[in-house]
């Protein structure tokens, strides 16, 4: 029986993996889209799609052409927000804004307390890509974030969400506000 040497062996097999990948995928550097060249002027505005991945496997789209204002997630849980921006001249920034609404309920009045939504002052979740003009960039960026809503006897939480694409020429397009909330 032939003796094998394990180190060259698993060594050969790791550095042929990573070999085949990066010809499987042409070893770019933009996981979505296209790789470009970011140009000095962007005559395009960019576009954005919102999609929310709820605990029981629906999945709700928002654009901002969309007149979805409430999302009801059943028995409440943790849903996936993703945020896709594209732009064929280059996208220079995908972000989730989610402003949490917190109730309280008083146990012995059962009565509400809070539910204004925060103030932010910048995105909660961004894919932001800081090259310029003449360097290269791509035409898509995705961002995600995890939120859990909540709806309890002694309170419940829900969020103000809205997504904003940002191009390279400062075009800022965004969804409407959303309310995302336990049902």
């Known amino acids: 029986m032939k003796k094998v040497n394990r180190r060259f062996h698993n060594g050969t097999v790791v550095a042929f993996a990573m070999l085949l990948g990066a010809a499987m995928t042409g070893c770019r550097t933009c996981p979505f889209g296209q790789e470009i060249v970011?140009?000095?002027?962007?005559?395009?505005?960019?576009?954005?799609?919102?999609?929310?991945?709820?605990?029981?496997?629906?999945?709700?789209?928002?654009?901002?052409?969309?007149?979805?204002?409430?999302?009801?997630?059943?028995?409440?849980?943790?849903?996936?927000?993703?945020?896709?921006?594209r732009d064929s001249e280059g996208v220079k920034d995908a972000q989730i804004w989610a402003a949490s609404k917190i109730w309280k309920t008083d146990p012995i009045t059962h009565t509400e307390?809070?539910?204004?939504?925060?103030?932010?002052?910048?995105?909660?979740?961004?894919?932001?890509?800081?090259?310029?003009?003449?360097?290269?960039?791509c035409t898509e960026r995705v961002v995600s974030q995890n939120l859990v809503v909540r709806n309890t006897p002694?309170?419940?939480?829900?969020?103000?969400?809205?997504?904003?694409?940002?191009?390279?020429?400062?075009?800022?397009?965004?969804t409407p506000k959303v309310t995302l909330q336990a049902q």
């Open 38 to 85: 970011i140009p000095t002027a962007d005559n395009t505005a960019p576009t954005v799609v919102m999609d929310f991945h709820l605990p029981n496997g629906n999945i709700v789209t928002v654009t901002p052409a969309s007149t979805t204002t409430t999302i009801d997630v059943p028995g409440g849980g943790r849903v996936t927000v993703i945020v896709s921006a």
């Open 154 to 174: 002694r309170g419940r939480t829900s969020y103000e969400v809205s997504a904003h694409a940002i191009n390279f020429g400062n075009t800022d397009v965004s």
């Open 113 to 137: 307390s809070g539910g204004v939504a925060g103030t932010l002052g910048r995105p909660t979740a961004s894919n932001e890509d800081t090259r310029s003009a003449g360097q290269n960039g």
